[in-house]
Every structure is written in structure tokens, then in C-alpha cells.
């Protein structure tokens, strides 16, 4: 039994081996036919006609033993082709081919940005007369002031006046922002004409009110605008306040009272903190065809002014007005920074005005204000603006009392001309209606 089956074992190992050396010499390639059957081309197939010629760089020949030498080209020397087809041998130009010639060209005009045209210069406003300014608005201050004169006449015109009567007049005085001071004067000065004078009706009460009042106003100040040339050189203004007060809207307005007189004008925008206080008063200078020099927002406001009054005194314009920064009046650095600007300026040329901007509704406050500008600017007239409104006008008194400098101009609304010279009959008889 297992003879048999080794038996048929080796069967089938010599039967494995015959069809392993079939299907071996099958996949055989002989590598030993001749070039001339390689070289028979299969009928329909592509036939490369000789290799890749490569080389070596800089021009050297790749060495090929069993190529023939390379052809010479039937055109040994190509004539130009001037732009035609360079395949083949057809492509050569003749000799004896007509030569194109050089022809010009016109190319076309470089393509030019118009000409931006001229800004339009702007219209310039139409300014009131500066004469008689005062009368003209003094109806706008009697109608916030009535209340204060009825009152004062109806104590006056009222009978006999006893010491309960001066009382309530002082009271009233004070009230109206006179100060306690100026108010204890006045009621004294009034009592001691109407007793001097034997003054018995309202009338002849009204008319030593009136007096006494003017004379508290000190007419005889100089409440001139100093703001002419001298010595060849342009007089310098130095506008000065808190910020709110119409600082820079009081620059404008004067700036336009000047041109309206015929002076040339030059703004200096040294408000260089504020948001937008040079764009304002820019607009008030092209209103009214005065020049600005201004400098980048932050700038130096010292520096601001010493380049303005250096144009001005180049350009021999009449005035430069200079709107300074509203510095807070508490804060001791910024005033000091306030001074500076005065000095630096002073530099070039002499300082001829310095006008504290106070904003009459304020009261004391105002007062508190001009003490301390005072003392860093040497403050030589005060401008007293929103007198049309709820002033109650008597800070007129107290400031003219505590700095001995007259109030020079007064803003009675928001128009452009409502800036008027502060005349004290004027005011008094608009305060008491």
C-alpha cells in the first residue's frame, strides 16, 4: 500500500516538472535574433529616425561611434527672416526679396490727466456797519434785563424809602451779579444824591440811578480796540478765555469788524486742542478773506503763534489775532503754557491786546476766571458774550472793579456782526429798560 502511493507521489512530481519547463521556456526572450528582423518595421507602425541629441554644456559633442557624419544644410548662409516663418528649409528668405523699410510710426498720445480746475473762490460775507452797533442791539439786552430795571424803579418809585427799602434795592443789586461790594457803593452814592438833591418823584429817582450806575462803569476807561498797526509792524491780539465762552466766535467776529474797517487781517489757530477749533475759525476767515496759519491737531500752541505773527509781520498785514487754547482756569500747568505763548510771541513782535473772553451767564465764576488770567496774561480788556440771553449783566461791575480794566466789547447773539463796543450809557439804559 504505500508503495503505491509513493508511486503515484513521484508521478506527479515528474508531471509538475515537465509543464514547469514548458511554460519557462515560453516566457524566454531570445536576445540572439538579427538586427535585420528588429529593423523590419510592423506594418502601420512609427519608426524614430534616431535618437535624443544631448549635451554635455558649453558646446562639447557627445562622441557616437556608430552614427554617420551629420549632413551639411543646403543653406549654408541664411539670409534674415524679418518676422517670417523660421521651419524648414523653405522658410529662408531670398536674397534677392525686396527689404522692408523703415517706416514711422505715429504712436498714439500718452493719455493726459485734465487739468483740475480752479477752486472758486469763496463769496465773501456782507458785514454791517460797525457804527452804531451798541443801539442797534440794545433792544436784544433790555428784553433779558426789564426785570431787573422794573424792579429797581418800583422800590424807588414806590414812597418814602426806609431802611427796609435800601435793603431790598441792595438785594436786588446783588442779585444781578453786582457783587456786594460794588452794590453797598451804589446803594450809598444813590441815597446820598437823592438826599443831597431832595429828589421826591420816580422820575428824578430813575435819573440818579441811571448817573450813579454810569458812573460805577468808569466812562472815562479807555475801551479802545488797540488794534492798529505800529512801527511798521501789525498789531498782535491775543484772545483768551475758557473753553465754552465763544472764544474762538468772538475771534471770528473781530476779525470781521477789522475788514469791515478796511484792515487786513491774519488768524492765528493756536487752539490747537480743542476738536475742530481750527476748522472754526478757518470758516471764519474765509468768510471775510482773512489768511490763517494754522498747525496739526496736538501741535505747540506757542509754536502755532510764533509762526503766525512771523507770517503777519512778512505779509504787513494790518492785525493778527491769535485764538489761544481755553485753558481751564484751575489748571496751574496749562496756565503756565498759556504765558508762554505770550512770551514766545513777543519774540516778533510786541503783544498790543490781550482780551479775556467771559460768558456773562457764568456770574462769579466768571470773576473767578478773570483773577487768575490776570496774573499769568496781563489782561488788558475784557469781551463779555450771551449778554441776550438770561446775564444778569452786573458781572460788568465786579469785573471792571477787581482787574481795572475796562469791558472793550460785549456779544449780544449768535449772528455774525452781534459784536458791539461796550458803551456804558449805552448798557445802563438797556439794563434798566
Known amino acids: 500500500m504505500l508503495l503505491l502511493i509513493g508511486v503515484a507521489v513521484l508521478a506527479v512530481l515528474l508531471v509538475a516538472l515537465v509543464v514547469g519547463l514548458v511554460l519557462a521556456r515560453r516566457r524566454r526572450i531570445d536576445m540572439t535574433k538579427k538586427k535585420e528582423e528588429l529593423g523590419r518595421p510592423k506594418s502601420g507602425g512609427y519608426q524614430a529616425g534616431g535618437g535624443f541629441n544631448l549635451s554635455a554644456g558649453s558646446g562639447a559633442a557627445t562622441v557616437d561611434s556608430g552614427r554617420a557624419e551629420p549632413v551639411e544644410h543646403p543653406v549654408a548662409d541664411r539670409t534674415e527672416v524679418d518676422g517670417q516663418p523660421g521651419v524648414g528649409d523653405d522658410a529662408s528668405v531670398p536674397r534677392d526679396s525686396e527689404r522692408r523699410t523703415l517706416v ?107 448817573e450813579v450806575l454810569i458812573d460805577a462803569l468808569r466812562p472815562d476807561m479807555d475801551r479802545a480796540v488797540r488794534a492798529l498797526p505800529d512801527d511798521g509792524k501789525p498789531a498782535v491780539l491775543l484772545v483768551v478765555g475758557v473753553n465754552g465762552t465763544g472764544k474762538t466766535t468772538t475771534t471770528g467776529k473781530l476779525a470781521r469788524v477789522l475788514v469791515a474797517d478796511g484792515r487786513t487781517v491774519l488768524l492765528g489757530a493756536a487752539d490747537t486742542f480743542r476738536a475742530a477749533a481750527t476748522e472754526q475759525l478757518a470758516t471764519w476767515g474765509s468768510r471775510v478773506g482773512a489768511e490763517i496759519v494754522r498747525g496739526k491737531e496736538g501741535a505747540d500752541p506757542a509754536a502755532v503763534a510764533f509762526d503766525a505773527v512771523k ?47 467771559l460768558d456773562a451767564t457764568t456770574g462769579q465764576n466768571g470773576l473767578t476766571q478773570a483773577r487768575v488770567f490776570a496774573e499769568v496774561v496781563d489782561v488788558s480788556g475784557v469781551v463779555l458774550t450771551k449778554l441776550d440771553g438770561t446775564a444778569k449783566g452786573g458781572i460788568v461791575f465786579q469785573v471792571q472793579r477787581e482787574l481795572g480794566v475796562p469791558v472793550k466789547l460785549v456779544g449780544l447773539g449768535e449772528g455774525p456782526d452781534d459784536l458791539a463796543p461796550f458803551e456804558p450809557a449805552a448798557f445802563v439804559d438797556a439794563l434798566l429798560g
Request: proline share 6%.
Open 104 to 210: 514711422d510710426v505715429d504712436l498714439p498720445e500718452p493719455e493726459t490727466e485734465p487739468e483740475p480746475e480752479p477752486e472758486p473762490k469763496p463769496e465773501l460775507d456782507e458785514i454791517e456797519p460797525t457804527s452804531g452797533r451798541m443801539e442797534r442791539l440794545r433792544g436784544r439786552l433790555a428784553r433779558s434785563q426789564t426785570m431787573f430795571g422794573k424792579s429797581l424803579l418800583g422800590l424807588l418809585g414806590a414812597g418814602d424809602l426806609d431802611e427796609d427799602s435800601w435793603t431790598d434795592i441792595e438785594d436786588q443789586l446783588l442779585m444781578a451779579d453786582l457783587g456786594a461790594a460794588t452794590s453797598a457803593e451804589i446803594v450809598g452814592t444813590l441815597r446820598t444824591k437823592i438826599v443831597a438833591q431832595s429828589v421826591r418823584d420816580a422820575e428824578g429817582a430813575r435819573a440818579l440811578l441811571r
Open 311 to 357: 507770517q503777519g509781520v512778512a505779509s504787513k498785514v494790518d492785525a493778527v489775532l491769535v485764538d489761544t487754547a481755553g485753558r481751564l482756569h484751575t489748571k496751574t500747568g496749562l496756565m503756565d503754557e498759556l504765558g508762554k505763548v505770550k512770551r514766545v510771541v513777543e519774540k516778533q513782535a510786541p503783544v498790543d491786546e490781550v482780551l479775556l473772553v
